[in-house]
């Protein structure tokens, strides 16, 4: 039973990690020119690499 609550509040986490992702990333993915320093704010928003924010912003732009 312990292992199932660890999964759920590790789910969780990841869930709100995500929504917190989608309100970023979100307004950047329909912009028509997307400056470095923007993808760069998030970057460091996200504790991720540049090369990974423009992977998400892809990755959001074919989901819509």
């Not at 329909?30 to 423009?54: I, M, N, T």
Request: aromatic share 10%; no cysteine.
């Amino acid at each position: 039973m312990q292992k199932w609550r660890n999964w759920e509040a590790e789910g969780k986490a990841d869930w709100l990690l995500a929504l917190k992702r989608e309100s970023v990333i979100g307004p950047l993915a329909v912009q028509s020119k997307l400056g470095v320093q923007r993808v760069d704010e998030a970057a460091v928003e996200f504790g991720l690499g540049r090369s990974v924010v423009y992977e998400l912003l892809k990755r959001y732009r074919q989901r819509s």
